[in-house]
């Protein structure tokens, strides 16, 4: 039982896309993350997703799966948090260029982009 240093813990990766898990609580992981462009349309059967922009702005793009072609954002400053429901199909983005930096907040059980399977796609998340 040691506090986790946040600000550090992103010093040790820079690659994006690539989440790095920094703590468990019970059956969730405590994920992070940094981002810049446009991730992938997917969505999470049974799993929940908690996202704290911990630096830069996020848009968190939404559709409906039965009707795609009505999509929505949500917009998430440096401080703010979103959650994403279960089977809401969504698709993170950033501004052009900028990088941001994410802390997620999920059940272990959850794929990273769903049943996508992508070039952006994880299976794996080390442990920082």
């Given at each position: 039982?040691?506090?986790?240093?946040?600000?550090?813990?992103?010093?040790?990766?820079?690659?994006?896309?690539?989440?790095?898990?920094?703590?468990?609580?019970?059956?969730?992981?405590?994920?992070?993350?940094?981002?810049?462009?446009?991730?992938?349309?997917?969505?999470h059967?049974?799993?929940?997703?908690?996202?704290?922009?911990?630096?830069?702005?996020?848009?968190?793009?939404?559709?409906?799966a039965?009707?795609?072609?009505?999509?929505?954002?949500?917009?998430?400053?440096?401080?703010?948090?979103?959650?994403?429901?279960?089977?809401?199909?969504?698709?993170?983005?950033?501004?052009?260029?900028?990088?941001?930096?994410?802390?997620?907040?999920?059940?272990?059980?959850?794929?990273?982009?769903?049943?996508?399977?992508?070039?952006?796609?994880?299976?794996?998340?080390?442990?920082?």
């Amino acid at each position: 039982m040691k506090p986790i240093n946040v600000k550090e813990k992103l010093t040790k990766f820079s690659k994006q896309w690539h989440p790095h898990q920094i703590a468990t609580v019970d059956d969730m992981q405590v994920i992070l993350a940094k981002i810049s462009g446009e991730f992938v349309w997917h969505s999470h059967k049974e799993e929940d997703e908690l996202f704290y922009v911990q630096k830069g702005a996020l848009e968190m793009r939404f559709r409906h799966a039965d009707q795609p072609e009505k999509e929505w954002s949500e917009y998430i400053n440096e401080g703010e948090i979103i959650v994403v429901p279960k089977g809401v199909e969504h698709c993170p983005t950033t501004k052009e260029g900028e990088e941001v930096h994410l802390l997620l907040f999920e059940k272990l059980s959850t794929a990273h982009t769903g049943e996508v399977v992508h070039e952006k796609t994880q299976t794996e998340y080390p442990k920082i």
